[in-house]
């Protein structure tokens, strides 16, 4: 596989070093593996750090910045950050007020969040730690014990991010975290497998003509694989697995994340075959984000997360943000 890369061993810091040079707004660690907001600590104000292994890009370090994070951890591909990056990272950022550790349920990333909060907590850093765990495909995985972490991942950042934007307290930026992920619920289709720089070679096979239904964002196996399907029918099949899970009354917000392989121009298409379930299932759509900003390398597919919002998390999620990633309201 053709890769825009040096060497394999140097691909996140080469990334990192580029990301600097792009977003002067940033306070980029190459060498700790640490992205932070230039203004951090931001008096008064409470901390959300995030982080887990890079090849998901913008998730993390593209969510940095006032109105969501303000620290993101880098790992190696596919691999979660070590706890020493999430301590140095949540004493970059604590103002006093404490920090949120959002961490998306995957093994080593739970593991090490949860020693990094001790360690943390030792040297006087008030921390709390919400896992994201929204995907409807599958109970367990290859990583995880339980629903993996995905596309809602985005959700739980932005809204909880505003709340401490606000100056919520620590006590009431968890619950509102915690609250955007019990409302959220996602559904991945890979088209093709990711290839990583070290392997150089597809991480796993998936045979011509078929495609993965409830795949993971490292490619982990889904619910079943069959021959491939028109965009209508993979939206028919992924938004109704997310309802029958999430069960709506409400208004939603909706998601439609592409792998990192997908064009905008599919991308669009499908979201209007999204749109369609919806409306035929008789649940409003408040707000539609659609892009590539949960990925897995060059994987092709697509993810559909839908969350479910009350007049709060709708505000909230309106709210200004200015990130790499995502910028409105300002």
Same mark, same amino acid.
């Given at each position: 596989?053709?890769?825009?890369?040096?060497?394999?061993?140097? /691909?996140?810091?080469?990334? &990192?070093?580029?990301?600097?040079?792009?977003?002067?707004? &940033?306070?980029?660690?190459?060498?700790?593996?640490?992205?932070?907001? +230039?203004?951090?600590?931001?008096?008064?104000?409470?901390?959300?750090?995030?982080?887990?292994?890079?090849?998901?890009?913008?998730?993390?370090?593209?969510?940095? $910045?006032?109105?969501?994070?303000?620290?993101?951890?880098?790992?190696?591909?596919?691999?979660?950050?070590?706890?020493?990056?999430?301590?140095?990272?949540?004493?970059?950022?604590?103002?006093?007020? *404490?920090?949120?550790?959002?961490?998306?349920?995957?093994? $080593?990333?739970?593991?090490?969040?949860?020693?990094?909060?001790?360690?943390?907590?030792?040297?006087?850093?008030?921390?709390?730690?919400?896992?994201?765990?929204?995907?409807?495909?599958?109970?367990?995985? &290859?990583?995880?014990?339980?629903?993996?972490?995905?596309?809602?991942?985005?959700?739980?950042?932005?809204?909880?991010?505003?709340?401490?934007?606000?100056?919520?307290?620590?006590?009431? /930026?968890?619950?509102?975290?915690?609250?955007?992920?019990?409302?959220?619920?996602?559904?991945?289709?890979?088209?093709?497998?990711?290839?990583?720089?070290?392997?150089?070679?597809?991480?796993?096979?998936?045979?011509?003509?078929?495609?993965?239904?409830?795949?993971?964002?490292?490619?982990?196996?889904?619910?079943?694989?069959?021959?491939?399907?028109?965009? %209508?029918?993979?939206?028919?099949?992924?938004?109704? @697995?997310?309802?029958?899970?999430?069960?709506?009354?409400?208004?939603?917000?909706?998601?439609?994340? *592409?792998?990192?392989?997908?064009?905008?121009?599919?991308?669009?298409?499908?979201?209007?075959?999204?749109?369609?379930?919806?409306?035929?299932?008789?649940?409003? /759509?408040?707000?539609?984000?659609?892009?590539?900003? @949960?990925?897995?390398?060059?994987?092709?597919?697509?993810?559909?997360?839908?969350?479910? @919002?009350?007049?709060?998390?709708?505000?909230?999620?309106?709210?200004?943000?200015?990130?790499?990633? &995502? +910028?409105? *309201? %300002?």
């Amino acid at each position: 596989m053709k890769m825009l890369i040096n060497v394999p061993e140097t /691909v996140v810091a080469d990334a &990192l070093r580029g990301m600097a040079a792009a977003h002067p707004e &940033l306070t980029v660690d190459v060498e700790r593996r640490v992205v932070l907001r +230039r203004d951090a600590p931001v008096a008064g104000k409470v901390a959300l750090v995030s982080g887990g292994g890079s090849g998901h890009e913008p998730l993390h370090g593209g969510f940095v $910045g006032p109105g969501m994070l303000d620290a993101a951890c880098p790992g190696e591909i596919f691999t979660s950050p070590v706890p020493g990056q999430m301590v140095a990272a949540a004493a970059a950022v604590d103002s006093g007020a *404490g920090v949120l550790f959002v961490v998306k349920n995957y093994t $080593g990333d739970v593991l090490n969040f949860e020693m990094a909060a001790e360690l943390a907590e030792d040297e006087g850093v008030r921390v709390a730690r919400v896992l994201v765990d929204d995907d409807a495909a599958v109970t367990d995985s &290859l990583y995880t014990a339980g629903r993996r972490g995905t596309g809602g991942t985005l959700f739980v950042e932005k809204i909880a991010g505003a709340a401490a934007e606000e100056g919520a307290p620590l006590e009431r /930026v968890e619950a509102v975290a915690r609250r955007v992920n019990e409302r959220c619920r996602s559904f991945g289709v890979a088209l093709s497998a990711c290839t990583t720089p070290a392997k150089g070679s597809p991480t796993f096979q998936l045979p011509p003509g078929e495609l993965e239904l409830g795949v993971g964002i490292h490619g982990e196996p889904g619910r079943e694989r069959r021959a491939m399907m028109t965009s %209508r029918e993979i939206a028919d099949y992924a938004v109704d @697995v997310v309802v029958d899970d999430l069960r709506p009354r409400g208004p939603v917000l909706v998601l439609v994340n *592409g792998m990192g392989g997908t064009p905008l121009l599919e991308l669009y298409g499908f979201n209007a075959e999204v749109q369609r379930v919806l409306g035929e299932r008789g649940i409003p /759509v408040a707000r539609t984000l659609v892009g590539n900003h @949960v990925t897995s390398l060059d994987m092709a597919g697509c993810s559909v997360t839908l969350c479910e @919002v009350d007049e709060e998390l709708l505000r909230l999620w309106d709210a200004p943000v200015q990130t790499a990633a &995502l +910028r409105w *309201g %300002r």
